[in-house]
């Protein structure tokens, strides 16, 4: 039974969708085996993220299937803008989620929730993404090993008259705290990677390197959401996610600085040194 007309309903929904958004997908199912020490580096990554955006923005968190006591920490402590708790769905379908969540012009940041974040990362991102034209995703940390697969970029950069410099420009510490990430040996990943060259490109007077890394990106939402699907993003890996953006013609590209960097699942003694000096641990 309904009496009368509900008086809203014809009215418009005020516009209080966000210009940017930083987003984590998080997934801790227990904190035993290879998620033993996954709780501190989660905070880690969330709480250095929003200290250090330096820019008006909404934060989110995607929950993928968490445990209680990540799950209560989000929501008692953490409190994010956005929060979706959800089953576990995969990386790729949370993904998909959030895309689609926002209008189309808004500047979506989307990391692995195991980042560490630097002053700044969000910032220096968004004027790249802004600079260059028909941006798919712009990175926060340079990766050599991914500078192979970005022939749209190289491209571009080839027909618009860029200035492309190929060297080894990248510090051998970035590489070498990329490869104690993954568990590679540090010197052999050097080793591995000798021949392999960095590609800065220079347009209106701006660089960037001409990479891009799925672990953490910003994204226009409106370019890369038709890309997406939930049969094909549900279960995908994380390559033909990077492979389809170039496919469809657009740059990818990373910040010249180190504005974040991958820590993986164990805290070395390096990394625990730099999360206690920063207050994060």
Not at 8 to 14: F, K
Not at 88 to 106: C, H, Q, V, W
Request: glycine fraction near 6%; aromatic fraction near 8%.
């Amino acid at each position: 039974m309904r009496v009368g007309v509900n008086p809203l309903r014809y009215s418009m929904a005020p516009d209080k969708a966000p210009k940017v958004v930083a987003a984590v997908i998080t997934h801790l199912p227990n904190q035993s085996g290879y998620h033993k020490e996954r709780l501190a580096i989660v905070k880690a990554c969330l709480n250095s993220m929003r200290e250090n955006a330096r820019m008006e923005c909404a934060m989110m968190v995607w929950d993928n299937g968490s445990c209680d006591e990540l799950k209560d920490w989000l929501v008692k402590q953490y409190r994010p803008t956005s929060l979706v708790l959800s089953p576990n769905i995969g990386k790729g379908s949370a993904r998909t989620g959030i895309l689609r969540m926002f209008p189309e012009n808004t500047i979506v940041g989307i990391s692995d929730d195991d980042m560490l974040f630097y002053p700044g990362w969000l910032d220096e991102q968004v004027k790249l993404i802004k600079h260059f034209p028909n941006v798919g995703a712009v990175t926060g940390y340079p990766c050599r090993k991914m500078m192979k697969n970005n022939t749209s970029t190289l491209k571009w950069a080839d027909e618009n008259a860029c200035v492309i410099t190929k060297g080894r420009s990248i510090p051998d510490e970035w590489e070498t705290d990329y490869a104690v990430s993954v568990e590679y040996d540090p010197q052999e990943w050097l080793d591995f990677t000798k021949e392999d060259l960095d590609t800065l490109i220079e347009y209106q007077g701006v660089k960037a390197y001409a990479t891009a890394h799925h672990c953490q990106a910003v994204y226009v939402a409106g370019r890369v959401a038709p890309m997406t699907s939930w049969d094909s993003m549900a279960s995908a890996a994380d390559g033909p996610w990077d492979e389809a953006i170039d496919q469809a013609g657009m740059l990818r590209l990373a910040t010249v600085d180190r504005l974040c960097r991958h820590m993986g699942n164990s805290i070395d003694p390096k990394l625990k040194a730099e999360l206690e000096n920063k207050g994060l641990l």
